[in-house]
């Protein structure tokens, strides 16, 4: 029986694509989904499968040909003799080599436990290949003939590894026990490729991940870079005794970072503002909240500080240390995550130097800080090792300027490098 083999359904709004590659000859036999053309889209590469087992009898299409969905490719002889028996309700077998055309090799030497392999098969160069697109792929990636190769599956069916043996002489390496991973959490399942693991978005990721989407799609970010000089904030901090501003309480450089971009935000009120879309307007806050990111089991939190500008550092550090403990168990309110005007994200705190970060929108910059390292700098000609703080600042370009962002760094920069100055 002819069956005509037609280009299926590609997925929402792709209408047909480019032939690139043709993985079977007329005259082939196939088994039931195995593949017979490579198709690129505008969407990607994919091979097209052929439900049908049976003989190639016609190829209506070549290399590089533009085909429609629902156009007729192929020509496929469903005749009993043809077409492989299954060998489960799964997954048909290999089609049988004809008798007159096999001749059988002796079996390889197993180990005695191990069953008897089939004998290897070659097919003649009239008969039909008994090969699937996986092993046709690797034989053109080589330049090797498959009519050549012997085949070591059911049936005579030539496999990519006996394409690879036939090519190098030898058989390729055995995959060696995986390493171990962490497990993550959710239920085990299955893809194309392997297991894996489906785990529900909680309310928290789907809500961060919809304001990250929001940000991006409204805000047209640029980020700059640079280096503050914390050599002598980093001896002033260190300066302070154990337990000076509360018990247990570390002095970290956050609280110096908040008060320095606080000052700076007090001085360049478009950092410290937002857009009414509907109305058009510049909204500039005459108030310094903000944001600090914590990074809790549950995702990354914004609580946000307020009248950062008005407070003293030990002030700061205390409420920072309260902000963060509140974050990490879940016991903030509503409240306490509304109302920033600016965030601060510590990069450093886990690792890395530069990032870009994203505009908590409706703010219009954002802070990211690096692991401090010590670095080589050129002092009055002379090369001498200076603690250096990266500095990642994203901004919303519809209102900030480059040169308006560059000179709130430098502000930024300024107070970090004489930390006296935010003593006073």
Same mark, same amino acid.
């Not at 997925?11 to 036999?29: F, S």
């Not at 549950?298 to 963060?324: C, F, T, Y």
């Given at each position: 029986?002819?069956?005509? /083999? &037609?280009?299926?359904?590609?997925? $929402?709004?792709?209408?047909?694509?480019?032939?690139?590659?043709?993985?079977?000859?007329?005259?082939?036999?196939?088994?039931?989904?195995?593949?017979?053309?490579?198709?690129?889209?505008?969407?990607?590469?994919?091979?097209?499968?052929?439900?049908?087992?049976?003989?190639?009898?016609?190829?209506?299409?070549?290399?590089g040909q533009a085909v429609k969905v629902g156009q007729?490719?192929?020509?496929?002889?469903?005749?009993?003799?043809?077409?492989?028996?299954?060998?489960?309700?799964?997954?048909?077998?290999?089609?049988?080599?004809?008798?007159?055309?096999?001749? !059988?090799? #002796?079996?390889?030497?197993?180990?005695?436990?191990?069953?008897?392999?089939?004998?290897?098969?070659?097919?003649?160069?009239?008969?039909?290949?008994?090969?699937?697109?996986?092993? @046709?792929?690797?034989?053109?990636?080589?330049?090797?003939?498959? @009519?050549?190769?012997?085949?070591?599956?059911?049936?005579?069916? =030539?496999?990519?590894?006996?394409?690879?043996?036939?090519?190098?002489?030898?058989?390729?390496?055995?995959?060696?026990?995986?390493?171990?991973?962490?497990?993550?959490?959710?239920?085990?399942?299955?893809?194309?490729?392997? $297991?894996?693991?489906?785990?529900?978005?909680? &309310?928290?990721?789907?809500?961060?991940?919809?304001?990250?989407?929001?940000?991006?799609?409204?805000?047209?970010?640029?980020?700059?870079?640079?280096?503050?000089?914390?050599?002598?904030?980093e001896n002033l901090r260190n300066g302070v005794p154990?337990?000076?501003?509360?018990?247990?309480?570390?002095?970290?450089?956050?609280?110096?970072?908040?008060?320095?971009?606080?000052?700076?935000?007090?001085?360049?009120?478009?950092?410290?503002?937002?857009?009414?879309?509907?109305?058009?307007?510049?909204?500039?806050?005459?108030?310094?909240?903000?944001?600090?990111?914590?990074?809790?089991?549950?995702?990354?939190?914004?609580?946000?500080?307020?009248?950062?500008?008005?407070? %003293?550092?030990?002030?700061?550090?205390?409420?920072? #240390?309260?902000? #963060?403990?509140?974050?990490?168990?879940?016991? /903030?309110?509503?409240?306490?995550?509304?109302?920033?005007? /600016? !965030?601060?994200?510590?990069?450093?705190?886990?690792?890395?130097?530069?990032s870009t970060p994203v505009i908590n929108h409706p703010?219009?910059?954002?802070?990211?800080?690096?692991?401090?390292?010590?670095?080589?700098?050129?002092?009055?000609?002379?090369?001498?090792?200076?603690?250096?703080?990266?500095? %990642?600042?994203?901004?919303?370009? @519809? =209102?900030?300027?480059?040169?308006?962002?560059?000179?709130?760094?430098? $502000?930024?920069?300024?107070?970090?490098?004489?930390?006296?100055?935010?003593?006073?």
């Amino acid at each position: 029986m002819s069956i005509e /083999f &037609k280009i299926p359904e590609l997925g $929402e709004n792709i209408a047909g694509g480019d032939i690139v590659n043709v993985l079977v000859q007329e005259g082939d036999v196939i088994a039931a989904n195995d593949g017979l053309f490579e198709l690129e889209t505008d969407k990607a590469v994919i091979e097209i499968p052929c439900p049908h087992a049976g003989k190639v009898a016609k190829l209506l299409v070549k290399k590089g040909q533009a085909v429609k969905v629902g156009q007729v490719v192929a020509v496929i002889e469903a005749e009993d003799a043809a077409v492989p028996t299954p060998a489960s309700a799964a997954k048909p077998s290999a089609p049988q080599a004809p008798a007159a055309a096999a001749k !059988t090799a #002796a079996p390889a030497p197993t180990p005695a436990a191990a069953p008897t392999p089939a004998p290897l098969k070659h097919p003649t160069a009239e008969g039909p290949i008994p090969a699937g697109p996986a092993a @046709r792929r690797v034989a053109r990636e080589l330049g090797l003939d498959i @009519r050549q190769v012997a085949g070591s599956g059911e049936r005579g069916r =030539i496999t990519p590894e006996d394409v690879q043996t036939a090519a190098t002489g030898s058989a390729p390496a055995a995959l060696g026990p995986a390493p171990q991973r962490v497990v993550p959490p959710g239920e085990v399942g299955q893809d194309s490729w392997g $297991e894996v693991r489906r785990d529900k978005m909680s &309310k928290i990721r789907r809500t961060i991940a919809a304001q990250m989407v929001k940000s991006c799609t409204i805000i047209p970010h640029v980020t700059n870079f640079d280096d503050a000089d914390v050599t002598d904030l980093e001896n002033l901090r260190n300066g302070v005794p154990p337990d000076y501003i509360a018990p247990g309480l570390k002095l970290t450089s956050m609280p110096f970072v908040l008060k320095a971009v606080a000052l700076a935000l007090a001085k360049h009120p478009t950092v410290n503002a937002s857009i009414d879309d509907e109305k058009e307007e510049i909204v500039y806050k005459q108030y310094v909240n903000v944001g600090v990111a914590v990074d809790t089991p549950r995702g990354l939190v914004v609580p946000v500080m307020r009248n950062v500008d008005r407070l %003293s550092i030990s002030a700061i550090a205390k409420e920072l #240390a309260g902000m #963060a403990k509140r974050a990490r168990n879940a016991e /903030f309110g509503l409240e306490e995550i509304r109302g920033g005007t /600016f !965030t601060i994200s510590n990069l450093g705190a886990v690792g890395g130097t530069y990032s870009t970060p994203v505009i908590n929108h409706p703010e219009v910059a954002i802070l990211l800080l690096g692991r401090s390292r010590w670095l080589p700098v050129v002092r009055d000609g002379q090369i001498v090792p200076r603690f250096m703080m990266p500095l %990642s600042l994203s901004y919303d370009h @519809r =209102i900030i300027d480059g040169a308006a962002a560059g000179r709130f760094l430098n $502000e930024v920069k300024d107070f970090l490098q004489s930390p006296a100055k935010l003593l006073l």
